[in-house]
């Protein structure tokens, strides 16, 4: 099975694309960001987060996207912001038929360390071991997407 | 000029479509509702803003989208339910090539009645005067809708 784990954003979205071979067997596929500029206005860093993971969906097949849930913030202006890309993010799984599936980032730490209240750092150094990398995937937003697809994989069980 | 205003929401989104002949004559073009079945998830419920959204827009052909900016409400979840739709409705937008602009509702009152604190019934009761309609139109998610076009045509002058 073939899982995109996405990290939403307006500026940067982290998306991670793995292979789930079987429980304890996991191989990564593709994994980066897609960056908007912050000088354009909403419309038209929307229109690019869809057209650029739309490619991106096209080109790798996954049947399932992870999506992190929004863990509310204390800014307003953020979580908005945050929600408008998740808006067209649901929008090009659904065209493109995945399966989707939401967690929230206490459900993502606590399934790849076993700690809900887990650092970051930690989270990433695991997205590491069990992707078998050499070094943790860069920038952040990649590392998290990664956890994203992970937390689902292990959702299903063995 | 065609103008599309809308008011964003998941569950109902109003929209309004109306011809802007000079300053003092408007009129009427179209005007309704998308709704989306609660019992839906966001995902199909956004596909389903985003086709009918376009079709209106593709029927239509307005060169201009008048939005209601989120004001923002004590309640976090309808805030980020509204933006979701919001990153649909301005794809939806930016596909079609529309100019876009926003309007808080304080400025939808402003301009339709002169006070900012206005009684919704109040803009809506304007809604009717300024384009000669027999009654005010419903549900009111229509009326605001058609409202925030009104305001982006008195916006242009005379």
Known sequence: MRLI???PGTGILGF???DRLDYNSLQIIDAGVIRTPAKQNDADRLKIIYDE???IILQ??????AVEKLFFAQ?????MSVSQARGVILLCAKEAELEIFEYTPLQIKQS???YGRAEKKQVQEMV????????IPKPDDCADALAA???HSMSIGS
Chains 1, 2 share one sequence.
């Open 5 to 7: 784990g996405i990290d």
């Open 112 to 114: 790849l360390t076993g």
């Open 60 to 65: 790798t097949k996954p049947s399932v996207m």
């Open 75 to 79: 800014n307003v202006t953020t979580a």
């Open 149 to 151: 697809a992970i937390t």
């Open 53 to 55: 993971l739309r490619a």
């Open 16 to 18: 991670g694309v793995i």
């Open 128 to 135: 590491k071991v069990i992707l078998k990398l050499d070094h």
